[in-house]
């Protein structure tokens, strides 16, 4: 039984992981470093909306604003300073839909790209907030692992078809190779479960994938993934992602939840993501807004 109607560079180049349909593919190997990590959830992580229309989705309160015609909203809609000015200065730089999160869990200092067809905005926690592409955002103590906040951005395509086949592949490859089990998680969630040896002799998890309504959700990278899985379903209780087919991939690497969203729209892909916390991307993805200049 599925959750019905749940809307789911050194450096710089593990955080392109965050952006890029088709990055962060992992060959499944059988060794694995294993550290400990201890993190908190941001004091800024927004109260979630008390509205639930159905019963069968109570706990994953309604993005009214996120519909498939992208209509404007009528209704001013506020956003954090930092993500106003990043998508004023988009306005006349690409044809992609300007959608952000009205809520950053740590951020205050962005890198931003554009094409004609795409944006894409990079978020840090610096020790000072930097003006958008500042000589200083990247670098030193602006642009360290621990220092990659969230990112949000969205690209347009010919056509849904196209917008779909970019959305990214598993994560981990050889699957197919490899025992695997059916297991619950809350709310009687099916999860297919892969192991690198027996899992009755306590094989190692390699990846878990379940179905959150049109979502996609994998986990998958080092130990602890079920415990990991299960933290996954509690955030999405309280959070609820867009009413679009989607996917979700959280690496539960040494140092936290890396995680990264990709969600299509008729001909628009849009993401989002955060290292660290996965509860912080999808409290970015769950708070994307259309934007108006």
Known sequence: MHRKGLPVTSFMAIAAVL?????????????????SHNSSL????????????AKESQSHPTLKNHTASHTPQTSKVSFPP??????????GTTHASLWGPT???RGNSAKTSSTFGQFSAQIFACPT???VNGPKVG???????????????????????????????????????????????????K???????????SGTTVAIKWQEGDWTVWVYGGTGLWNTALMVTRELERYRLPAHLGIM?????????????????????????AMHQSLHAIVVAASMKNFSS
């Open 19 to 35: 952006w890029l349909p088709g990055c962060g593919m992992h060959v499944y190997h059988t060794s694995t470093s294993v550290h």
């Open 42 to 53: 941001a004091q800024s992580t927004p109260t979630p909306s008390a509205s639930s229309p």
């Open 82 to 91: 930092l993500v106003a000015t990043i998508l004023s200065g988009m306005a």
């Open 103 to 105: 809520v950053l869990p």
């Open 129 to 131: 907030a930097e003006p």
């Open 139 to 189: 670098q030193l103590n602006c642009g360290t692992m621990a220092s990659f906040a969230e990112s949000f951005g969205s690209s347009v395509y010919s056509n849904n078809n196209a917008a779909r086949e970019t959305l990214p592949p598993p994560p981990v490859s050889g699957l197919s190779a490899l025992p695997q089990t059916t297991q619950f998680l809350p709310g009687h969630l």
């Open 191 to 201: 999860a297919v479960r892969w192991y690198s040896g027996n899992p009755a002799n």
């Open 249 to 273: 991939i959280v690496d539960a690497a040494p140092d936290g939840q890396h995680t990264s969203l990709a969600w299509v729209v008729g001909n628009t892909v849009y993401r989002a993501g």
